[in-house]
């Protein structure tokens, strides 16, 4: 009995499955980027979201990364959501271009997969039973020896629920 309403618990959140257009804000570096990204609320007003970025090069620089978040569902009316957002971000910097070839040349590394946090907030508009859109603005942190991280991504998105 506990195995059977533990499951329906499970089987009956939303999910939602979407794409994001980002911008990267930081001192030297601001690519634009596409995400893709599937969600799950698995508690009221809790979600998981699993999400991917690829930013493109710029400056020889490129970067990819996977996020696990936590988002908490503050709803405001019935189109309108707000949402605090925490995570795990593994990300893999990647250099690119003549910067590349030159680095290869003196066998210096051209690639790192670092791991690190992300922070922010978004907020969610309600098009039709079925459509979603966002806007969200978070902080991203991830240092390995002289490798680092740190920038603000700014996201759009659409989703489709189900």
Known sequence: MMLMSTTVMFAQGEMGLG????????????????????QYEFAKNCRGEALSNYYFPKNDNSVGDLNL??????HIGDVVTFYPVAGLSLIDMMIT???KK??????AKTSK????????VGFEFYLSQSWKANIEAK??????????????PLSIGVAYRF
């Open 19 to 38: 794409l994001n257009l980002n911008y990267a804000v930081s001192d030297n570096y601001k690519p634009f980027g596409l995400g893709v990204k599937f």
């Open 102 to 107: 030159m680095m290869k040349a003196l066998n």
């Open 139 to 152: 902080y991203q942190y991830a240092k390995s020896g002289d490798w680092k991280l740190d920038w603000e």
């Open 69 to 74: 978040n936590f988002q908490y569902l503050v």
């Open 113 to 120: 997969f670092l791991v690190g946090f992300n922070a922010g």
């Open 97 to 99: 271009g003549d910067t």
